[in-house]
C-alpha cells in the first residue's frame, strides 16, 4: 500500500508521518505475573495539521488459531511533537493509569521512555516504561517494556502490524 505525506502535516510531525493512519496485527505477551499470551491489535493515528497526532489502541486476546477469546487493553492519548524529531506522549489506559511520556524520532524509528506514571486505587501498579516503534518493510514493529507490580523493567509486548 503506498502511503501519501498529508498536505496540511506539521513540520514538526514529518519524523513521525509515516505512523499515520490505522494499522492491524497481532502480537505477543508475557510478564512474570501472568501466563503468556497472543493478541490481535489496531492502532490508529490521525492529525487535524497541528503538531500533535491523536492515537488510539485497542487489542483482543485471541487463541491460537486467531480466534477471539476476549477484548484486552485499550489506550487513548496525543503523540506531542514540540519539534522535528523531539516527542511527548500522553497516554490514558482502561486499566486505571495515565503516563507521560518523552523521546526522539529518526529515521523510521521511535524511542520514547516514561516519565511519570498515575493510576486509580483499583489500578495495578505500573512504574515505568518504554516503547519502540519501528517501520520494518513498510510494517509497524513495536515493543513495550514494562515495570509493574513490583517488577523491574522488561519485555510485555511485541507485535507486527501491518497498514490497514
Known sequence: MVFE???NLHPNCAPVAWLLGTWRGNGHGDYPTIEGF???QELIFTHDGRPFFHYMSRAWIVDAEGELVRDAAMESGFLRCPEPG???LLLAHNTGFAEVWYGAADAGKVELHTAGVGFTETAKEVTSGSR???NV???LLYAYDMAAMGQELQPHT???LKRA
Open 158 to 160: 511485541w507485535a507486527r
Open 38 to 40: 497472543e493478541f490481535g
Open 5 to 7: 505525506i498529508p498536505d
Open 132 to 134: 519502540m516503534y519501528g
Open 86 to 88: 523531539k516527542l511527548e
Open 137 to 139: 518493510d513498510g510494517d
